[in-house]
């Protein structure tokens, strides 16, 4: 055992700049390391976590003593990292920190709403404190990094994943991807409360065929560049200091083995100099895709792409150092690699303080700190959105003598906070629905019936729901998808309301055919609620909420907290009609306006083309009116902006938020263009009978897209703008653009 790993010895003799610093460090530790070392910390492999902290198995254990490990996944807890630390520390040779990650995803120990919920608050702030809040958690249980933001544009309801992201739209992807960075990575990385942030999944994962997940994508170059790849180059924007490649292939080539995105756009155009992890064994994965003949060829294909860091597939550590000496990968792309891994730790602090994250103080005071809980309810509250309220049947009030409670997510725990949940405590912590009443009700005034399952097809419970639905004044249904139904491998052809919650709710409105019917909905993913806004009066998404859910969602209920939330993606009427997106093409036969259907139009001859619930809609307590439109100058000029501007009104009976779209439509373009495009928002606060001017200012740059050569620039000619609250509308305004 060493006193003084041997960097330390040979950094602390350089004296040099501050700016220099990392670099010169990391230039001449990486004299004193072998080549296998150097690939030792392009390997990352998997800890057993268990209750107490990681399980140093002895491969685990070995391969950090002889240097063949440089990261390590689900391992955590003060005491584990603590000891896995000391191991790469005091016993390798060279005594480099190791680098702990996990997928905090939304939220550690306290749970966030998942994050297809918090694109709804389209409030970037909130955005940012969670994922403070995420790094402040799991920074106390020796995290360094997480494996997020997941920023892949997804138009894919049927893919279980879309849960993980932002939804359907471009611009507010690349604005949700910058305010999770910022709450992760912080101000400065080298604090203790500061983790690395990760930009996955790189890239187009979210276009997966048929909405498989794992499946096939394939676009043209100008869909990559104008849809999927803008959240990743706002996330570089942003510092974010790794990547994450994917499992999908893209266009033939597997996004792990991508030199196109990897190296030429990520690199090259980009000035990425972060590092790339892998995604899970994806490295391997290339041979099933058969575009890697054997593992030591996926090996040599993922290096030779500019993948830094193989996450759990053994193939770098075994592989690379004969591929170097065969000459079939560079020495030259495993010291960058290194370089980059090291140059990570360095902003760590962890060569200063390897144990700098592991302090059983910090530990046992940050996690669930009140006003964590606090933050995580608001978020919840802001993240729900209010479908449907037919006859104003919310907000409910506590002076109603019952209010009839149905439904097998009433009473959850677990499924509340949803999938990537951390380590949240699903049961213990957790605030059910159920629980969230007792602010509001006595509980004289609830009855409760689970009724049935999620998905068995037992329906025993439907006598007891029905009776207490006649009994009651007024009911609230609480359903939706289990948390296993969305997030990774959790893809569905289907996307109604699971099993035979949708027979109940209409046996329940059969019994009760006059009385008002409210359905609070929990699930991961646009759902087809065709039916169900037929039979009940008011809908409350409120996605998987997390921890607070149960205590925000009767905020809402009850009217405490006026509903703000906005969709960030479309709610289609049927599954046939995926893909649907607001901002599609308007193809050469688009159906005249106001007309359902016609012949030889584009459009299906069973169901319209519009959705159920447009992106951007969400209802309030209060009402809102929108004023004419007023723009500064109908000419834009590349060197001078414009600004358009709108008035909203609060009209209503409440205080609330509301969320203005900035919506453009360019009319001509050498490439067809979308029918409209997001281009900016503000989530204003309104007193009832407020009015405020809401001003948006347009550039050039607001404009500009990738044209079928594949340059970025904008093209003269007219454009159709509008300011609304969602995005079915009709434009009436335009500008034009002049050189
Ligand atoms: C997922 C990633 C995740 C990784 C590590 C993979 O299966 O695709 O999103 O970060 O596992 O847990």
Redesign the pocket.
């Known amino acids: 055992m060493k006193l003084k790993p041997l960097y330390i010895v040979v950094i602390s003799c350089i004296q040099i700049s501050f700016a220099q610093n990392y670099e010169a460090k990391v230039d001449s530790l990486m004299q004193l390391m072998t080549l296998q070392e150097k690939i030792g910390q392009t390997t990352m492999y998997s800890g057993n976590w268990d209750q107490t902290g990681p399980f140093v198995g002895s491969d685990n254990g070995k391969y950090i003593r002889e240097g063949n490990m440089g990261a390590m ?2 391992a955590m807890s003060v005491k584990g990292t603590r000891d896995l630390q000391k191991i790469a520390v005091e016993e390798s040779r060279l005594g480099i920190p190791l680098l702990f990650g996990y ?1 905090v995803i939304h939220g550690h120990r306290t749970i966030f709403p998942i994050n297809l919920g918090l694109s709804a608050s389209w409030d970037l702030k909130m955005i940012e404190e969670s994922s403070r809040i995420a790094a402040e958690e799991a920074s106390a249980e020796g995290i360094h990094w997480t ?1 997020a933001p ?1 920023i892949d544009v997804s138009r894919e309801p049927r893919w279980g994943r879309i849960s993980e992201g932002a939804g359907e739209d471009v611009y507010l992807n690349n604005r949700i991807a910058e305010a999770y960075v910022k709450g992760f990575q912080g101000d400065d990385l080298s604090k203790h409360n500061t983790i690395l942030a990760c930009a ?2 790189y890239v187009a994962y979210g276009a997966a065929q048929a909405g498989r997940d794992y499946h096939t994508t394939n676009m043209g170059e100008g869909e990559l560049r104008n849809v999927y790849l803008p959240p990743f180059k706002a996330a570089v924007n942003a510092g974010v200091e790794a990547f ?1 490649s994917a ?1 999908n292939e893209l266009n033939g080539v597997p996004t792990s083995g991508n030199k196109f995105t990897l190296r030429d756009i990520l690199r090259d155009e980009w000035k990425f100099d972060g590092f790339v992890v892998s ?2 064994t994806s490295i391997n994965e290339m041979i099933n895709h058969g575009f890697a003949k054997d593992s030591i060829d996926a090996a040599k294909i993922g290096m030779n792409a500019g993948v830094d860091m193989d ?1 759990v597939g053994d193939v770098y550590r075994l592989h690379l150092q004969q591929l170097v000496e065969d000459g079939k990968v560079s020495e030259t792309y495993i010291n960058d690699a290194c370089k980059r891994i090291l140059m990570a730790k360095y902003k760590l602090g962890l060569f200063d303080d390897p144990y700098r994250y592991i302090d059983e103080k910090r530990e046992a005071t940050t996690k669930y700190r009140p006003e964590f809980l606090a933050k995580a309810q608001e978020i919840a509250s802001a993240s729900s959105v209010l479908l449907q309220n037919k006859n104003e049947t919310l907000p409910l009030s506590n002076t109603t003598n019952t209010i009839a409670f149905i439904g097998p997510l009433v009473k959850d725990k677990a499924d509340i906070l949803g999938n990537w949940a951390a380590k949240g405590d699903r049961y213990g912590k957790a605030i059910s629905i159920f629980e969230g009443l007792s602010a509001y009700l006595k509980p004289e005034q609830i009855l409760f019936a689970k009724g049935c399952d999620i998905l068995t097809d037992d329906e025993s419970g439907f006598e007891e729901a029905i009776k207490i639905s006649k009994q009651a004044d007024a009911i609230v249904l609480v359903m939706g998808e289990d948390h296993h139904m969305s997030g ?1 491998a959790a893809s569905r052809t289907d996307l109604k309301i699971p099993g035979i919650q949708p027979k109940l709710i209409r046996k329940i409105r059969e019994a009760n055919l006059t009385k008002k019917i409210t359905l609070v909905l929990m699930n991961g993913r646009p759902l087809n609620l065709s039916k169900e806004v037929e039979l009940v009066d008011a809908i409350l998404e409120i996605w998987f909420p997390g921890t607070m859910g149960g205590a925000a969602t009767a905020d809402l209920l009850f009217g405490k907290v006026n509903p703000s939330g906005k969709l960030t993606v479309t709610f289609p009427r049927n599954v046939g009609q995926v893909p649907i997106y607001y901002n599609m093409k308007n193809t050469g036969r688009p159906i005249p306006e106001h007309w359902p259907k016609a012949d030889y139009k584009s459009n299906y001859i069973d169901v319209a083309n519009t959705p159920l619930f447009a992106f951007g809609h969400g209802l309030s307590y209060t009402s809102f009116k929108y004023s004419e439109l007023k723009l500064s100058s109908e000419t834009l000029t590349y060197s001078n902006a414009i600004e358009a501007s709108i008035e909203v009104s609060n009209t209503g009976k409440f205080d609330g938020y509301e969320i203005v779209q900035l919506y453009i439509h360019d009319k001509v373009g050498s490439v067809t263009r979308p029918v409209k495009e997001l281009k900016g928002f503000e989530k204003v606060f309104l007193k009832k009978g407020q009015t405020k001017t809401i001003t948006f200012t347009i550039t050039v740059e607001d404009l500009k897209f990738y044209n079928s050569e594949m340059t970025y620039g904008v093209e003269t000619g007219e454009f159709e703008i509008a300011i609304a609250p969602h995005s079915d509308f009709k434009f009436k305004h335009a500008f034009n653009l002049i050189d």
Do not use: I
């Open positions: 996944l689900n997928d494996f997941m996955k999944h994450m499992f995604d899970y996450m990774e």
